[in-house]
C-alpha cells in the first residue's frame, strides 16, 4: 500500500509559520522594541500600563489585607456616589461595577466640538480576594474619585468532618 501524502499539509505549514511571524510581532509590542511601540510596550511602565485599562474599560485597584480584614481601593475618576455598585460574588471575590457619565469639552467659534476629554463608558471589575470575607460589617466611603472598602474575615470551616475509626 502507498503512502499518501495530506492535502493540507503545505496548509497548515504555511498556516505554523504565519503564526510565528505573529507571535514574533506581539513579542515585539510586549517588550516595546519601538519599532511599533514605544520603549516599555505593552509592559509595567509602558504606553500598555498606561492606557489599556481605560480603553478596556477597567480601574486601578489595590488589594491589601492585615489580621482581622481585607481592603480595597478602586480609583473612580469621574465617576458618582450613585453610579457605584459593589458586590460581594462569593467569600473570595468582589464585584465593582460603575458608569461614568462626565465630560468636558471645549467649543470652537462655529460651536463645533474641537476638543473632549472625558469618554462615557461602563466599568466592571471581578477582584479575587486573598482570604475568604463576609458582607456583614463591611464598611465603604468613597472620596475625592477613590472608593475604599473593608471586608471582615471568615473563619468558617468548609465541609463536614468524618471521624476516622
Not at 501524502?5 to 514574533?24: I, K, S, V
Not at 460574588?89 to 472625558?118: D, H
Not at 463608558?121 to 480576594?129: E, N, T
Amino acid at each position: 500500500m502507498a503512502y499518501r501524502e495530506n492535502p493540507f499539509e503545505a496548509l497548515w505549514r504555511q498556516f505554523d509559520d504565519l503564526m510565528g511571524a505573529m507571535e514574533t510581532r506581539v513579542r515585539s509590542m510586549a517588550q516595546g522594541s519601538g519599532e511599533y511601540l514605544p520603549a516599555g510596550g505593552f509592559g509595567p511602565g509602558g504606553v500598555g500600563d498606561r492606557m489599556l485599562p481605560a480603553v478596556r474599560g477597567e480601574f486601578r485597584m489595590d488589594v491589601r489585607e492585615d489580621q482581622d480584614e481585607v481592603f480595597v481601593v478602586a480609583d473612580l475618576p469621574g465617576v458618582d456616589r450613585e453610579n457605584i455598585t459593589v458586590r460581594l460574588l462569593s467569600p473570595t471575590s468582589l464585584e465593582i461595577s460603575c458608569e461614568r457619565r462626565s465630560e468636558r469639552s471645549e467649543a470652537g467659534e462655529q460651536g463645533q466640538l474641537v476638543r473632549q476629554e472625558r469618554t462615557f463608558g461602563y466599568m466592571d471589575r471581578v477582584i479575587p480576594l486573598p482570604h475568604e470575607v463576609t458582607a456583614d460589617g463591611a464598611k465603604t466611603s468613597f472620596t475625592n474619585g477613590v472608593l475604599e472598602i473593608r471586608l471582615k474575615k471568615t473563619t468558617v470551616e468548609r465541609g463536614e468532618r468524618i471521624p476516622i475509626e
